[in-house]
């Protein structure tokens, strides 16, 4: 079975400091990654895939994610935090082998400090 | 384009009465899905349709029922509403062969 595991509630990080939310996944096949962020009372937005190729994927809003599939793992990167990157952030994970069925995180909330 | 839109934004309802929340989208994407979001859960999948007339369920599909009668609508049915079900509600859609969601607004239910 597919699963996600966001193991932070919580990311509190300085203004400008680098930021890390931490993602790790388990599928039976290769998987396709996903991050969202979600601002107060919307939607989710979409950010960035992971489908194939280079394991570094840059997405919107000046964020990269890493691919590691030897432990797994799909963390959310930004070399300089802003204010308005507070928000709740979504892992998410599809088994590439044909379901549609796409398995969410619990979301880490990113608390940036000015 | 709209995008994906959801009607009612907020809803009451009394444990037993029955209700339909509206998803509607102007993408022509074929894939449409619904999800729950509660504290410490994140999202989990309802029901999703992969077509018109194509329904299958996620994670936590009862007490919902789903259908798809054209590309554009993906209506959700609560019969007999409980206090579990009180939650917000998303409904999503994707173009087939794309792997990028696009979210409505939300729909945050109450039931008492």
């Known amino acids: 079975a597919q699963s996600v595991a966001q193991p932070e509630d919580q990311v509190n990080v300085a203004e400008g400091n680098p930021l890390t939310v931490k993602c790790t996944y388990s599928v039976s096949g290769n998987p396709y990654l996903f991050w969202y962020v979600q601002y107060p009372n919307r939607g989710l937005q979409f950010l960035l895939k992971?489908?194939?190729?280079?394991?570094l994927v840059k997405g919107s809003y000046g964020f990269e994610a890493e691919f590691n599939k030897s432990q797994t793992s799909f963390h959310l990167k930004k070399p300089s935090a802003l204010v308005s990157d507070s928000a709740l952030y979504f892992c998410a994970v599809r088994d590439a082998s044909g379901t549609y069925k796409y398995i969410f995180g619990t979301g880490t909330r990113l608390k940036v400090l000015a | 384009n709209a995008g994906v839109t959801q009607t009612p934004k907020f809803q009451v309802l009394k444990t037993g009465q029955s209700m339909t929340l509206q998803c509607a989208q102007d993408?022509?994407?074929?894939?449409m899905s619904w999800y729950r979001q509660d504290p410490g859960m994140g999202l989990r999948l309802i029901h999703y349709?992969?077509?018109?007339?194509?329904?299958d369920q996620g994670e936590v599909p009862n007490g919902y029922n789903v259908s798809r009668s054209t590309t554009e609508d993906f209506p959700l049915r609560l019969l007999s509403a409980a206090p579990s079900q009180t939650s917000v509600y998303f409904c999503?859609?994707?173009?087939?062969?794309?792997?990028?969601?696009?979210f409505g607004p939300g729909t945050r239910l109450t039931v008492t």
């Open positions: 999503a859609s994707k173009k087939e062969g794309s792997n990028e969601q696009y």
């Open positions: 993408m022509n994407h074929e894939y």
């Open positions: 349709s992969v077509g018109a007339g194509i329904t």
């Open positions: 992971y489908i194939t190729g280079d394991n």
